[in-house]
């Protein structure tokens, strides 16, 4: 069970984990956004991992000027690893992460703390963001203030909750995070941790209020098409459409992530840089979890929108990707 942690007025609320990494034209920014969220009680974590510009020396300025920021400095390990040295040294009985060239909207951790502090048996909020913020793609992900205490991974699912398990955007009760970590050396980890997060809460309020402004600079993970990052992102996928596709209350939803897997399985063909042999590979295995065509044609009419191609069933899998990769522009890193 988690433990429920009473706050008082001068117990560290929460813990705001921002890994640093050659990010010196976006720092500034990201922490002004964080110091206008109206806090108390709360500190801010910047892991500095192994800077070659000047995110190390501004962090350290940064820490100067203000009273709530530490900054911790470290060989480079990647994202995953600087999130869990915050993990390990966060004090706050909350946490929530902020990547260090996204902001925040003003209040927006304000009003979302003060609800979790007001209902103490929420173990995670999540709250709306502005995906790929001042891009022609940009888009708003929201939610209507509500809150699941029951099911809740299975609600997760049907709420396609793995099309955005960002880490952050949400607050977490600190205690979810005592034996999860990051995976390190991995792509797309926050795909990778967010089911065993979800898993252990008894209790998740989606929340309407405030904002995660999700900005989009080239060069970042999600705006390249490298076949290692995509394999990633589909193996992440696969492994939990293996964990529910014998649910029997969750097949319409199995199906559904399928779909999820078959598009990511198709991109990954579509990369320039495919690795041949391993994308024959991984179709082989993927095909032997393959649902069954009855069920895939039932489930077709309710999901028209997300299948690439239709004659699936008529075609198989192998024959599909290549059909699809064959006919499709390629996607380049």
């Known amino acids: 069970m988690l433990s429920l942690r009473v706050l008082t007025d001068t117990a560290m609320q929460l813990s705001i984990i921002i890994p640093v990494y050659n990010v010196e034209q976006h720092l500034v920014r990201c922490i002004q956004s964080v110091l206008a969220q109206g806090l108390t009680n709360y500190e801010v974590i910047l892991v500095d991992d192994g800077s070659t510009d000047q995110s190390g020396a501004l962090c350290d300025a940064l820490q100067s000027e203000h009273s709530c920021i530490r900054t911790i400095h470290q060989t480079n390990g990647g994202l995953s690893a600087a999130r869990n040295t ?14 260090s060239d996204d902001e925040l909207c003003p209040n927006t951790l304000k009003g979302n703390l003060e609800y979790l502090i007001a209902h103490p048996s929420i173990d995670m909020l999540e709250y709306p963001v502005e995906v790929h913020a001042d891009s022609a793609q940009a888009y708003l992900l929201s939610f209507p203030d509500e809150t699941q205490q029951a099911d809740i991974f299975a609600d997760w699912i049907r709420r396609e909750g793995y099309l955005h398990c960002y880490a952050w955007n949400k607050i977490y ?30 209790s998740i309020h989606y929340s309407g209020h405030g904002c995660y402004r999700y900005i989009m600079h080239a060069g970042t993970i999600t705006t390249s098409y490298r076949y290692d990052k995509q394999r990633q992102l589909f193996e992440n996928n696969h492994r939990l459409y293996k964990e529910i596709k014998d649910n029997k209350m969750l097949q319409l939803e199995a ?25 024959q590979y991984t179709i082989e295995e993927a095909d032997a979890y393959h649902p069954s065509y009855r069920e895939l044609i039932k489930a077709a009419p309710t999901m028209a929108t997300r ?10 899998l192998k024959a599909y990707c290549h059909a699809y990769t064959t006919l499709t522009q390629p996607l380049h890193p």
């Open 173 to 202: 009760r600190s205690s979810l995070w005592s034996q999860t970590r990051f995976p390190q050396g991995a792509y797309y980890e926050d795909t990778a941790v967010m089911p065993a997060i979800i898993q252990q809460c008894h």
């Open 255 to 279: 199906m559904r992530l399928w779909i999820c897997c078959l598009n990511l399985l198709v991109d990954m063909g579509r990369c320039t840089d495919v690795d041949t042999a391993d994308y």
């Open 307 to 316: 299948i690439k191609l239709l004659p699936l069933p008529l075609i198989g």
């Open 86 to 99: 915050g993990i390990e040294q966060a004090k706050g009985a909350y946490i929530t992460f902020v990547d």
